[in-house]
Structure formats: C-alpha cells, structure tokens
C-alpha cells in the first residue's frame, strides 16, 4: 500500500505564511507528479501546484507568486504559502502519481488533507 502523510497547516493572520510537507511511504517504486490541492467548504476541489516529472510545475493563478512548490528528494514535496489571505483558507490535499512497481503505470494516491485557516 502507499500512504501520504502530510504535515504542517494550522492557524494564520492575513499576511502570514505556513509550510506544509508531504511524504510518500509505504510500495513506492518512483513517482510521476506530486503536488496539492484544496477544497474550501462548499467548494470543488481545485489544483494549487503540482510538479511534473519533466521538472514543470503547474500552478493557479490565485497562488502564483504566493506559493513555492518543491520536491525534496524523490518521495517528498514541500508547499510553502506566503501572503497568505482569507480566501486560502481551505483543506489541503497532497496528491501523488505513484508507480508501484517498474512498470511504467501510475496509479493516484492522496493524503487524508490539513487545514489552513487564514484569519485575524
């Protein structure tokens, strides 16, 4: 099995920032994208920043020049939010598409989610 297990969020003024972490463990032969996304309540999940395999990242538009996303070593990605506003507030889920074995098939795996609270 494969687990992400994330860390980080909490509770943060506008203008803040936070750094949250993820990690892959559990049969993970390799991983082919890893990144986050959020829902806010009553909202569809959206995609915040996910880095790709080739090394390109994707980002929305609402985070770009807010938020830095990173791998760290090949099982891990790190998400750092800065200026952070109210509308950020949102659980935040890692996602990762994780081959299990040598062949070249991926399979989509997230994280159980952290919140992030933006708020005076």
């Known amino acids: 099995q494969v687990q992400l297990v994330e860390s980080g969020g909490g509770l943060v003024q506008p203008g803040g920032s936070l750094r949250l972490s993820c990690a892959a463990s559990g049969t993970v032969f390799g991983i082919d994208n890893m990144g986050w996304y959020r829902q806010a309540p009553g909202k569809q999940r959206e995609l915040v920043a996910l880095?790709?395999?080739?090394?390109?990242v994707s980002a929305a538009d609402s985070v770009q020049g807010r938020f830095n996303i990173a791998l760290v070593g090949d099982k891990a990605v790190s998400l750092e939010l800065n200026s952070l506003k109210p509308e950020d507030t949102a659980v935040y889920y890692c996602y990762a598409e994780v081959r299990r074995t040598i062949a070249p098939r991926s399979y989509p795996y997230w994280g159980q989610g952290t919140q992030v609270t933006v708020s005076a």
């Open positions: 880095v790709y395999s080739d090394g390109g």
